[in-house]
């Protein structure tokens, strides 16, 4: 069993950035590869980014592209999404989730474990 809490979230005006956290329990973190998603009132969930346990290789939505960056710090058993140039379409509840296995996936269902959300919300 593995509880992911998100931290991080908030209101800023475009164009300025926010990193979200995510913390895991367990002793097992660096076995997940952890996902961020994201859900805009009115659609559904999407992918955001993604990263293996090692931490080695990522994914990156093409919408977050050369503004949102995966990391994560298995001695703190937390995953970063660091989100830079904010705009208001990125506004959205976020989520980080857990993946049991070595690849990096970017299906919702394909996710073991789900954090509560954050809310962020960029204005214009």
């Known amino acids: 069993q593995v509880q992911l809490v998100e931290s991080g979230g908030g209101l800023v005006q475009a164009g300025g950035s926010l990193r979200l956290s995510c913390a895991a329990s367990?002793?097992?973190?660096?076995?997940?590869?952890m996902g961020w998603f994201r859900q805009a009132p009115g659609k559904e969930r999407a992918f955001v980014a993604a990263i293996s346990g090692s931490g080695g290789s990522t994914y990156v939505a093409d919408s977050v592209k050369g503004r949102f960056t995966i990391s994560r710090d298995n001695a703190k058993n937390t995953v970063y999404l660091q989100m830079n140039s904010l705009k208001p379409e990125d506004t959205a509840v976020y989520y980080c989730?857990?993946?049991?296995?070595?690849?990096?996936?970017?299906?919702?269902?394909?996710?073991?474990?789900w954090g509560q959300g954050t809310q962020v919300t960029v204005s214009s």
């Open positions: 989730a857990a993946d049991f296995t070595v690849v990096v996936r970017t299906r919702d269902y394909e996710y073991d474990y």
């Open positions: 367990g002793r097992t973190f660096s076995m997940y590869a």
